[in-house]
């Protein structure tokens, strides 16, 4: 016979009752709150929307009315509302600068009544439009694959879909692993010493590995065979690759920039594996190369500087000097359109080579384009705990210096709306920054040993960090705070990458094995 429940005490019946009491009393917002004078600024281009503040009623003020109104400024269809994150100064308790906070759902509640803002004056509220799609936040382990015999040192999603990833190792080999079924495919033999490097090139067709033996091969994600021979011509290893971006490729011919330590980057044509430039100039190891959509590539070296060469003919067009320490690392604005090329979150794939190329520099144009000119702006990270946000474009003059980390910076990436930047640091802090102007945010505390590397998801509504604590973290970008917190790995992650369809999230390190992630 089942246990019958005794009936509840009269202890119980009480709390319930004032449980169920307490849940009746919403906060109410008294009804001569009065009301916001709201000026909405782009956030992208700093300029205000509408022909002046508008008058919101107090009680009315919420994210989601203030998206719908702003859609009815600019005269959006209803059907094609594009969705708004709101962002509002709010000066601080000492009286420093204004924090950027998001905006309350409840602005009576949490900035009117304890006084941090009046309804007297205009509230300046900038407002980025958000990516149609949504990702959601990884949750959960969906699979540990082992198979590497070293510590994991690079990870790449490839850009068509979540299904494969590339993972190179410091047992000499590169895996393709079945993200779906969480098995491996293809084993990637042939470097003799650790595969530092991996990249998959935005058209799918190719990936690119460059290793501790001074060499970069290719190989057929398909097949899992090598194409052609390895590459030979830097003297010292590889450290960092970039393919050339879809859109500006001669069609059918490829080329691939490595960079090395032995202060070179080379260009190769991956068809012919021939050395097409060597852009030489820099006096230290290469630490990071980057081939941006207007005809440029940008390189950090551990001579302190970045320089900038002309993808035609390999020559230098500018040297940015400004760090007093090596360059860690760079990323672009364009970065994820670069990799992703023709791949959408809709998963359609044009027909024709045309089309290809077509759609490709369509969204390079409009990831790239502020106040109608294209502008592609970089970033670097440096050994001197500072970071330098550029416009080479405009000159060499950098258009901010990014101050807060206590130690060196690792990491750094653009959101892939281009409206964020995220840096991880030794100081075991991440820390938010705006691309506009560069000006800080916020910092992600969490981890509790230095942070290795970040990856926002597609839709630049998450970032996941990956640190020497073990653990990767998963953090909202609207609020700032840790959104999901995943423990698994039983060593230091050193790899994290999110798949360009937001699906996965993958990650590896000194454990070995390649561990999934997802919702």
């Given at each position: 016979?089942a ?19 307490h849940?009746q009393?919403?906060?109410e917002?008294?009804s001569?709150a009065?009301?916001l ?12 929307i509408g ?11 919420t994210?989601k009315?203030l ?6 400024l ?5 059907s ?13 308790k ?11 759902t ?5 900035l009117i ?5 009046s ?6 509220i ?11 936040a ?9 198979g590497?015999?070293?510590a994991i040192?690079?990870t ?13 190792s410091?047992d ?9 079924t ?8 042939g470097?003799?010493?650790?595969v530092?490097a ?7 067709t ?6 501790m ?16 021979n390895?590459m030979?011509?830097?003297?010292k ?5 970039a393919w ?16 090395s330590?032995?202060?070179t980057v080379r260009?190769w ?23 941006g959509?207007?005809?440029f ?8 500087t ?15 000097n400004?760090h007093?320490h090596?360059?860690?690392?760079l990323?672009?604005s364009?970065?994820?359109v670069?990799?992703?090329?023709f ?6 794939i044009?027909?024709s080579?045309d089309?290809?190329?077509a759609?490709?520099k369509e969204?390079f ?8 000119e294209v502008?592609?702006?970089l ?6 705990f500072?970071?330098y946000?550029?416009?080479p474009?405009n ?5 901010a210096?990014m101050?807060g980390?206590?130690k ?5 990436t653009?959101?892939p709306d281009?409206l ?6 030794f100081?075991n802090?991440?820390?938010i920054w ?10 992600l ?8 590397q970040?990856a926002?998801?597609?839709?630049s509504?998450?970032l996941?960090t990956g640190?020497k ?7 909202d ?5 840790l959104?999901?917190d995943l ?5 230091e992650?050193?790899a994290v990458?999110?798949s360009?369809?937001?699906q996965?999230?993958?990650?590896g ?6 561990r999934?992630?997802r919702h």
């Amino acid at each position: 016979m089942a246990t019958v429940l005794p009936p509840p005490s009269k202890r119980q019946r009480t709390d319930a009752a004032e449980r169920a009491r307490h849940q009746q009393d919403i906060e109410e917002i008294p009804s001569d709150a009065g009301s916001l004078r709201l000026q909405f600024f782009d956030e992208t281009t700093g300029l205000p929307i509408g022909q002046g503040p508008v008058l919101v009623p107090v009680c009315d003020a919420t994210p989601k009315n203030l998206e719908l109104l702003l859609n009815t400024l600019q005269g959006n269809d209803p059907s094609e509302y594009i969705p708004y994150r709101f962002t509002l100064p709010v000066p601080d308790k000492k009286g420093s600068e204004p924090t950027t906070t998001a905006f309350p759902t409840n602005i009576w509640k949490t900035l009117i009544t304890p006084g941090l803002i009046s309804t007297e004056e205009v509230q300046n509220i900038s407002a980025a439009p958000q990516a149609v799609f949504r990702v959601q936040a990884v949750s959960r382990c969906a699979s540990t694959i082992p198979g590497h015999g070293e510590a994991i040192l690079a990870t790449q999603f490839s850009p068509k879909s979540s299904s494969r990833m590339v993972s190179g190792s410091g047992d000499h080999t590169a895996r393709i692993w079945d993200c779906d079924t969480g098995t491996g495919v293809h084993t990637l033999k042939g470097h003799t010493s650790w595969v530092l490097a991996v990249s998959w090139s935005p058209d799918d067709t190719r990936i690119a590995t460059g290793s501790m033996d001074n060499t970069v091969r290719m190989w057929d994600p398909r097949t899992g065979k090598q194409l052609g021979n390895p590459m030979k011509g830097h003297t010292k290893w590889v450290t960092s690759l970039a393919w050339e971006p879809y859109h500006s490729q001669k069609p059918g011919e490829p080329r691939l920039a490595s960079a090395s330590k032995d202060a070179t980057v080379r260009v190769w044509s991956t068809n012919q594996q021939t050395i097409e430039l060597v852009l030489s100039g820099h006096k230290g190891s290469v630490s990071c190369v980057k081939w941006g959509g207007t005809g440029f590539i940008y390189t950090g070296s551990h001579d302190k500087t970045v320089k900038v060469w002309n993808a035609k003919d390999g020559t230098l067009a500018h040297s940015l000097n400004a760090h007093a320490h090596w360059v860690n690392h760079l990323t672009l604005s364009t970065d994820f359109v670069n990799r992703t090329a023709f791949h959408d979150h809709t998963g359609k794939i044009p027909e024709s080579e045309d089309a290809k190329i077509a759609k490709a520099k369509e969204r390079f144009l409009k990831a790239a384009t502020i106040r109608g000119e294209v502008v592609e702006r970089l970033v670097s990270a440096s050994d001197d705990f500072t970071m330098y946000l550029w416009e080479p474009s405009n000159g060499i003059k950098p258009v901010a210096r990014m101050l807060g980390h206590q130690k060196q910076v690792n990491h750094v990436t653009f959101s892939p709306d281009g409206l964020l930047i995220a840096s991880s640091g030794f100081d075991n802090h991440t820390k938010i920054w705006n691309a506009r102007d560069g000006k800080f945010i916020n910092t992600l505390r969490g981890h509790v040993a230095p942070v290795y590397q970040c990856a926002f998801s597609p839709d630049s509504r998450l970032l996941v960090t990956g640190s020497k604590d073990t653990t990767l973290k998963v953090w909202d970008m609207r609020t700032y705070k840790l959104s999901v917190d995943l423990p698994g790995h039983k060593d230091e992650v050193y790899a994290v990458d999110w798949s360009p369809d937001g699906q996965k999230v993958g990650s590896g390190g000194k454990d070995k094995a390649v561990r999934i992630w997802r919702h």
